[in-house]
């Protein structure tokens, strides 16, 4: 079949203009199809903050009520977005901005108030198995190259807030049907850190039961472990392998000669 590839990008590259236009210009490089999904990083929180807006958190999650999903609508899936593709339009990549709710391509639920009685708002729960995959080959085959935001709808006109982790995770499983799909998520990091503060401890593959040993030794920290979770979620679903690694590794890490951490079922 032929590659595809998904890479999300986080936060921490958004929110520094030099990283993000050196990580643009290699990712506009990527010959192959290719699907660009990223964060929101720092910038919805400081136009918040600007606009009285109070960012609130439970557990490291944002809780995102009527003000925030209309902050989160604006910055996500409008400044950030049209940035990324803007920029990459001058690199000559015909990319394509996109939420969740253009052409129905990521529908959602919206998450359930949970038994703790949180109620984490208008924040969406990706419906997998009604992925729009044909509206999705309409895009790849006319050589867009699409870059999505990290929005869902609920198909009753509810924008959904959702994370961008899990959204690249779904749309790298519903196409792993039709490609060769390698999903990789960038990072500042340079993988999967046996040692956390040692930069250069990435540990080269990770399989389920290599998994199962490092959470035993209490080797991995706590906010890597969603990454490797959606990256085995993935696995399971039919794409054939994901790659955690550095943003500025990114045309090594398309290649056979991957740095940073590959993640396989076994």
């Not at 079949?1 to 643009?24: C, Q, R, T, Y």
């Not at 998994?211 to 085995?232: E, H, T, V």
Request: hydrophobic share 40%; proline share 3%.
């Amino acid at each position: 079949m032929e590659p595809l590839f998904v890479i999300k990008i986080g936060g921490n590259i958004i929110d520094d203009e030099n990283n993000l236009s050196a990580f643009l210009k290699n990712f506009a490089a990527i010959k192959s199809k290719k699907i660009l999904i990223h964060g929101g990083g720092k910038i919805a929180t400081k136009i918040g903050d600007k606009l009285g807006i109070e960012s609130k958190y439970i557990d490291g999650r944002r809780i995102t009520d009527e003000a925030t999903i209309d902050l989160v609508t604006m910055v996500y899936g409008g400044l950030v977005n049209k940035k990324i593709v803007a920029k990459l339009q001058a690199l000559h990549c015909n990319a394509i901005g996109l939420t969740g709710a253009d052409a129905n391509i990521i529908p959602a639920t919206k998450r359930p108030v949970t038994k703790e009685g949180i109620d984490f708002g208008f924040v969406g729960d990706v419906n997998s198995g009604q992925m729009a995959v044909d509206s999705w080959q309409v895009l790849l085959q006319n050589k867009f190259t699409p870059v999505v935001a990290p929005l869902t709808h609920d198909g009753k006109g509810q924008i959904l807030n959702t994370n961008a982790d899990t959204i690249a995770s779904t749309i790298a499983t519903a196409l792993s049907k039709l490609y060769d799909v390698r999903l990789i998520y960038c990072f500042e990091k340079k993988g999967v850190l046996e040692n956390v503060n040692d930069e250069n401890s990435a540990i080269p593959l990770i399989t389920k039961e290599i998994y199962q040993q490092l959470k035993s030794d209490n080797k991995l920290f706590d906010g890597i472990l969603p990454k490797i979770d959606n990256a085995f979620a993935a696995i399971d679903s039919g794409v054939k392998e994901v790659l955690i690694g550095h943003a500025h590794d990114l045309l090594q890490n398309v290649t056979q000669q991957t740095t940073g951490t590959l993640i396989k079922g076994s």
